[in-house]
Each structure stands twice: as C-alpha cells, then as structure tokens.
C-alpha cells in the first residue's frame, strides 16, 4: 500500500455541512492525488499536490479544497457537502521508478455518503 | 479528447475458464498503459505495465497485450480463480513528463464462479 493511510474509511454527513478526508504517508513521496470513483466513470482526478504548499486542480475540482502544510498529509474538504458528492475518494502517490516512468499507488478508499 | 475505452463492462465466467479483457485508448501523446485490478472496497493495484515498445507481458496467470499502432490493449487471464473476481481498470498515461496524466478507463467486473 505505499505506506497510504485514508481516514476515515467511511463516513455519513449532512447536505450542506463541511466535510474533511484525510491522506497521509510514511514514504516522503512528493506527489500526491485524490481522484473520486463512481459508477459507470473512471477514477476521477480531483486535486494534486506536486509539494508543500503547491496543489493544482484536477478534471472535477468543483465545490472542493485540498491543502498540503507538510509533505506526508495532504489534506481534501467539502467545503457545503452535497448529494453529488456521495463518492468513493481515493488518494494516490506517485513512485518514480526511473526512466521517467511513474507507478500510482492508491489508499484504500473513503466511502462518503451525503444525506 | 483523451479517452480509454474498456470492453466488455461486466463478464461472468467459471472458474478454471481463460477470459480476455479489452483496451481501446485515444490517449496523445502515449507513454505507457497500465492494467490495474481492484477488489472491492479497495484501492487499485497494478498489475502489469506495457510502453510503447513492448507488445506482450505477463505476470504469473496474466498476459498483458499492447498494439501501439492500433491503440488497443488486452489482459487475458488463465485458468480463471475465485480470487480473480474483480474490478480490472487500464489506465493510460499520456506524455509531459514523469508526471503526464493518467486516463482511467471504466473497468470491467470480472465474476469468477465456482
């Protein structure tokens, strides 16, 4: 697993309430991703952090923040949670494995239901 | 547009059976393809990795096919097994460097039944 850890595993939350999902590593690895899985789509990009502090938006940035303040969390809100945003998140580092070539490595999932 | 089409949606075979999972990608410019396969209520795992180069490779019971020419790929699975029922994503990554984009197709649900 890369040494990812998501927090928490599940969660139930109320339309219109702020909402925190946590990914952190023990490997030091300098990107990190979150991505949504939904049915009938594709793992989904959401944000990405490239380093402390630098984060860029993903292909369904809409409605969601991301923070990264040391190099092992990296950090994804709901700011006003809605229905859509029931999902399965998934984060991600990135491995370098030499010759330019990169592995993505991804946590086991947070079930987010929004009521 | 970047895109990765993945056939068929869903497939059921026995165990013990051989399956072939298919890879359709528009990805430009390509710099590698990755089969990942994901068990429910997990995270992907990748299971093999083909660049532009390499036409075919396998990982114990899993073969893994590239024809960059016509942008398809296949994974075929051998001698089918309970522990095979699951989500199997290709994911294509495009150029730009190390960190190009990865283009996740929908998945095919393989059901393994005894």
């Known amino acids: 697993d890369a040494g990812i850890t998501q927090s928490p595993r599940h969660k139930v939350t109320e339309t219109g309430t702020p909402v925190t999902l946590r990914c952190h590593q023990t490997?030091?690895?300098?990107?990190m991703y979150w991505y949504r899985q939904d049915p009938g789509h594709g793992l989904r990009l959401i944000h990405y952090s490239y380093g402390v502090k630098d984060t860029d938006k993903g292909e369904v940035s809409d409605g969601y923040s991301v923070s990264r303040s040391k190099t092992e969390d990296f950090l994804l809100t709901l700011e006003s949670a809605t229905s859509s945003q029931t999902s399965v998140y998934f984060c991600?580092?990135?491995?370098?494995?030499?010759?330019?070539?990169?592995?993505?490595?991804f946590g086991q999932g947070t079930r987010l239901t929004v009521v | 547009k970047n895109q990765v089409e993945q056939s068929p949606q869903s497939l059921i075979i026995l165990e013990g059976k051989n399956c072939t999972l298919q890879c359709n990608y528009t990805v430009s410019p390509f710099s590698n393809l990755r089969w990942y396969k994901q068990d429910t209520g997990r995270g992907p795992v990748s299971l093999t990795i083909?660049?532009?180069?390499?036409n075919t490779k396998s990982n114990g019971r899993y073969t893994a096919t590239l024809d960059a020419d016509t942008k398809q790929s296949s994974l075929h699975i051998t001698a089918s097994q309970l522990s095979d029922s699951a989500s199997y994503i290709c994911v294509v990554r495009g150029g730009g460097g190390s960190q190009g984009n990865l283009i996740f197709g929908k998945g095919t649900k393989l059901s393994v039944k005894p």
């Open positions: 490997e030091n690895h300098r990107y």
């Open positions: 083909m660049t532009f180069s390499e």
């Open positions: 991600a580092i990135s491995l370098s494995l030499g010759q330019g070539d990169t592995e993505a490595f």
